[in-house]
């Protein structure tokens, strides 16, 4: 059970565990991206119906496109009245819980049973480092993933063989990647980190104003987190929205532009459609060292590669 | 069907794919730790005898302990038989491919349908960095795991996007780790990386012969690889092999060496027991600025710490 808007690695998930995309029900999503909890009970009711056996719920908290952040409370309920595993995908907005000011948007995730985490996403540690955090105390992973290989994990060592962790986790030869986390902790602190996170958020209110004062430039929606999402609507199509062919050619602008971009060197955008929404920008304010004066430069290149568009 | 001397991520990749460790059957080996194509037929009959339907055989060259290579045109041909896929994992032996003089050892490889292959072990580059090679011309991989998630993949784009393959692969962000793999063969040359091989197996022969020599060493067997799997016999053990409490005892030297060398920050050495063998230690010769030196050191470092015991 899970958004339509949640992150593609689910359905990839379910495929590979064996489980099976037809095993994944989509849940709706309001017009912000955020899970629909009503839909949700509405959902493991008709699974039911049907004879299936629901288990498991993925919310979404800073969902990839909108930064959409799901209800998590009112979901935890629904997992709680169906005895449901209560899993949050925090990749992308889990950090947010470092901000005193902004972690409210994770309202409920105490009740997760479990979460992962993307320390390599907003939090900028060195690809890859990515925390699953359990509620469970039973040893969990190992009781799933271990084998007890023992040319590899000898229990007749001289000190406790549980801190041994290398028989829980899937794969066997792997980089320690939460020493980044640990390091960069370390040497930002908690209020480093902090500062960092409600840093990205007040870029992105600077942006999301300029982008409104700015002729041309279109917002798909007000942020809530540091995704922007918006239209650059170049000068021969401003005015026209009510042309038949209106959409079609706005579809074709964010690649135009992203294709002169890169040619020049100059920026690097992400752009994509998105259920209805014809091809839209999504600025992503993440990057520690950006300044106000780089979201100027990136208005002004997009007029710049756009006025003869 | 594999060999019990295979490594345990068969067992946990058929466990974590959905197929269940029952799906796993194993197939004997002899006395050097190579897979017997004779008992692979007989179990791949007795599967079918059971109504199983047997589809992939994965067969080592170089097995975790012994270093063994199992012999990979026998069990070619009753893949081709029994019309099975079959798999080398040849993660720690595969590189040995590069070498000349002993790339005999995998005689048989070109017939594989899949190859799993670690440039991070025997070749020393950073972990991680692992390939999976597939005689495959089919896109197989973007078969089974692609998405389309068109918010990642646009399709819209100025070049070839056959040439973005990120959705073929399981997980989403990650690194370029063969980037280190090109970069230490642009630096080393196909030359270098051969050296380095033929360097380990020569320097391999040298400690075998080394420890042929010193009273207290006994070799599992005569290594066909770069594990060295030997026993230290400490002095009050030596010539009693016929004691009821021999091995029992000698299976504590080991853990006991390992500790001191530990504590002492002089050496590392894995051991492990194998099948009914007690502890042995096994000593990988593969990290290329290892010297004779090295070699010497390593031998005498076992007999002073284990001097009194």
């Given at each position: 059970?899970l958004?339509?808007?949640?992150?593609?690695?689910?359905?990839?998930?379910a495929?590979?565990?064996?489980?099976?995309?037809d095993s994944?029900?989509?849940?709706?999503?309001?017009?912000?991206?955020?899970?629909?909890p009503?839909?949700?009970?509405r959902?493991?009711s008709?699974?039911?119906?049907?004879?299936?056996?629901?288990?498991?719920?993925?919310?979404?908290?800073?969902?990839?496109?909108?930064?959409?952040?799901?209800p998590?409370?009112?979901?935890?309920?629904?997992?709680?009245?169906?005895?449901?595993w209560?899993?949050?995908d925090?990749?992308?907005?889990?950090?947010v819980?470092?901000?005193?000011?902004?972690?409210h948007?994770?309202?409920g995730?105490?009740?997760?049973?479990?979460?992962?985490w993307?320390p390599?996403?907003?939090?900028?540690?060195?690809?890859?480092?990515?925390?699953?955090?359990?509620?469970?105390?039973?040893?969990l992973?190992?009781?799933?993933?271990?084998?007890?290989?023992?040319?590899?994990?000898?229990?007749?060592?001289?000190?406790?063989?549980?801190?041994?962790?290398?028989?829980?986790?899937?794969?066997?030869?792997?980089?320690?990647?939460?020493?980044?986390?640990?390091?960069?902790?370390?040497?930002?602190?908690?209020q480093?980190?902090?500062?960092?996170?409600?840093?990205?958020?007040?870029?992105?209110?600077?942006?999301?104003?300029?982008?409104?004062?700015?002729?041309?430039?279109?917002?798909?929606?007000?942020p809530?987190?540091?995704?922007v999402c918006?239209?650059f609507?170049?000068?021969?199509?401003?005015?026209?929205?009510?042309?038949?062919?209106?959409?079609?050619?706005l579809?074709?602008?964010?690649?135009?532009?992203?294709e002169?971009?890169?040619?020049?060197?100059?920026?690097?955008?992400?752009y994509?459609?998105?259920?209805?929404?014809?091809?839209?920008?999504?600025?992503?304010?993440?990057?520690?060292?950006?300044?106000?004066?780089?979201?100027?430069?990136?208005?002004?290149?997009?007029?710049?590669?756009?006025?003869?568009?």
């Open positions: 059970m958004s339509w808007q949640c992150h593609y690695s689910i359905n990839k998930g495929a590979f565990l064996g489980l099976g995309t994944v029900r989509v849940v709706k999503a309001d017009e912000r991206g955020k899970m629909i009503e839909d949700l009970e959902q493991i008709l699974a039911e119906a049907e004879g299936s056996v629901p288990f498991l719920v993925s919310a979404t908290s800073g969902t990839t496109v909108l930064g959409a952040f799901d998590l409370d009112a979901i935890a309920d629904v997992c709680q009245r169906h005895g449901m209560f899993h949050v925090a990749a992308w907005g889990g950090s819980l470092l901000s005193q000011t902004h972690k948007l994770l309202d995730i105490q009740r997760a049973d479990s979460v992962a993307n390599h996403k907003l939090l900028a540690a060195g690809l890859q480092c990515s925390a699953l955090l359990l509620r469970d105390t039973s040893n992973l190992k009781r799933c993933h271990g084998f007890q290989a023992s040319y590899l994990f000898q229990q007749d060592k001289f000190y406790d063989v549980t801190l041994d962790t290398g028989d829980k986790v899937v794969q066997c030869g792997r980089r320690v990647d939460c020493l980044k986390l640990w390091l960069m902790w370390k040497a930002q602190g908690g480093g980190l902090e500062r960092r996170i409600d840093q990205a958020f007040a870029l992105t209110r600077y942006l999301v104003e300029e982008i409104k004062t700015r002729e041309g430039f279109e917002l798909v929606m007000e809530e987190f540091v995704n918006f239209w609507v170049p000068p021969s199509l401003r005015g026209k929205q009510e042309r038949p062919d209106y959409k079609e050619r579809s074709q602008v964010a690649p135009m532009l992203k002169r971009m890169v040619k020049e060197g100059s920026m690097m955008i992400g994509q459609p998105h259920g209805p929404r014809a091809n839209f920008f999504r600025v992503i304010v993440a990057n520690p060292t950006l300044t106000r004066a780089d979201m100027d430069f990136l208005l002004n290149e997009l007029e710049r590669l756009g006025q003869d568009l």
